[in-house]
């Protein structure tokens, strides 16, 4: 039975991929369309890659989990997908050939690969950022997950329609092989790590050593189109970052950053990041707000990442984020079990209400500490109970709280 109704699954997304790729009549065909792939840095890579194009003179378009751009109009992705089905994607890309535009860089993720939304998209060139253990609960195993991502490369190395096609891989990352030997034969293999930024002199605004292989990734992919290397560092050196991507909201008299790291690797490079006395010469407390997503999301990962808090954060105080249709409290209590067992045990403060966690973070934040709040960056909305979602909007809320201005959330 469970083999019929995969069946049925495949031919329901497979006829919606192809009939939107007919009904937009095939416009991946008439434009360069760029793939990024992988557990995080995909939006990063993404904005950057538009930013040296731009800064190129090239017309763009991008899709990703923050935002939806055509040339110069931009909105929010309010769809909460990264990966939005139903004909989006090809009608986005067929508004950008309509409108003139050079490239298309299109965010690729696992689950939208499992419902083969990149299906009838004819990619030039796919690019996989890093690979960590994410989505099990979708994916039944990190092998399957692995293999989804592994998918999207075989795909465009075997599709016919593009002659030229350009397959880069982040060398620095577990399976790094299976990527490059997906790719082999059928374009061209073009392997990059943070390391290459070791030989650069670069200055940008961004921190971290995740911020380092997203430029990595990012100069490959412009290298490979033939911009001068004066266009790239300009365009690196003026990029602000992605919203919600270790966003600091303020920097003075303490700082407040968010952020929307949700995985335990991504979590602990921010807060090894925020350690480090580069960032803020004087640095005292790092205080963090941290929660996890329910919806039987990797329900593995909550004492995991109460373990890395209780590492590197001064103060903790957990609270809600996304809990779908699971108690927030057992969520909180599972975040806390990490905390009580990690090899150095912190006092913790648990208050589901978010805003009022984040109030009560920034109401103890002391002259040169640093707030972090993660799991949510960006996003325009929290996911509660029986489907629903409400309105939010995590730096509107942090800037009125320090501007103790009335809050409608």
């Not at 990264?82 to 004909?87: I, L, S």
């Not at 490239?103 to 060139?125: C, K, M, P, W």
Request: charged share 25%; proline share 3%.
């Amino acid at each position: 039975m469970s083999n019929i109704i995969g069946l049925l699954r495949f031919i329901y997304h497979y006829v919606l991929a192809w009939a939107g790729s007919f009904w937009y009549k095939h416009p991946s065909r008439k434009i360069f369309v760029i793939g990024v792939t992988g557990t995080k840095g995909k939006s990063s890579v993404l904005e950057m890659v538009n930013a040296i194009l731009e800064a190129a003179g090239k017309k763009t378009a991008l899709i990703s989990s923050v935002r939806v751009k055509i040339d110069a109009e931009s909105r929010q992705n309010l769809t909460g997908m990264t990966m939005p089905g139903r004909f989006f994607i090809q009608r986005f890309l067929a508004e950008a050939v309509k409108r003139g535009c050079d490239y298309a860089l299109v965010e690729v993720t696992s689950q939208g690969v499992l419902q083969h939304r990149h299906r009838f998209i004819d990619f030039n060139a796919a690019l996989i950022t890093n690979l960590e253990s994410e989505h099990i609960e979708a994916h039944g195993s990190f092998e399957n997950y692995r293999n989804a991502k592994l998918k999207f490369f075989t795909y465009v190395a075997k599709q016919s329609r593009k002659k030229s096609k350009f397959f880069f891989v982040n060398i620095g990352m577990q399976n790094s092989e299976l990527f490059a030997k997906a790719a082999s034969g059928y374009g061209y293999y073009i392997p990059y790590s943070r390391k290459d930024m070791e030989k650069l002199k670069i200055k940008t605004k961004l921190i971290g050593v995740f911020n380092q292989e997203n430029i990595a990734a990012a100069i490959a992919i412009a290298r490979s189109r033939n911009i001068d290397w004066e266009t790239i560092k300009n365009a690196l050196e003026d990029f602000d970052g992605v919203p919600g991507r270790l966003e600091f909201v303020q920097k003075f008299p303490f700082s407040v950053i968010i952020d929307y790291a949700h995985t335990p690797d991504s979590l602990e490079k921010v807060y090894q990041t925020l350690k480090k006395k580069k960032v803020r010469s004087k640095q005292q407390k790092l205080i963090c707000v941290l929660g996890s997503a329910g919806g039987g999301r990797d329900v593995w990962k909550r004492p995991v990442m109460g373990q890395i808090a209780a590492r590197y954060c001064d103060e903790i105080i957990l609270t809600n984020e996304d809990p779908f249709d699971e108690d927030p409290q057992e969520i909180v209590n599972q975040i806390a079990h990490g905390i009580k067992n990690s090899a150095e045990p912190k006092k913790y403060k648990a208050i589901i209400d978010r805003k009022e966690a984040i109030k009560a973070a920034i109401k103890i934040a002391k002259h040169n500490d640093t707030v972090i709040i993660t799991g949510k960056g960006c996003e325009p909305y929290m996911r509660i109970a029986r489907g629903k979602k409400i309105r939010w909007d995590e730096r509107e809320l942090v800037s009125k709280i320090l501007s103790h201005e009335k809050i409608e959330i």
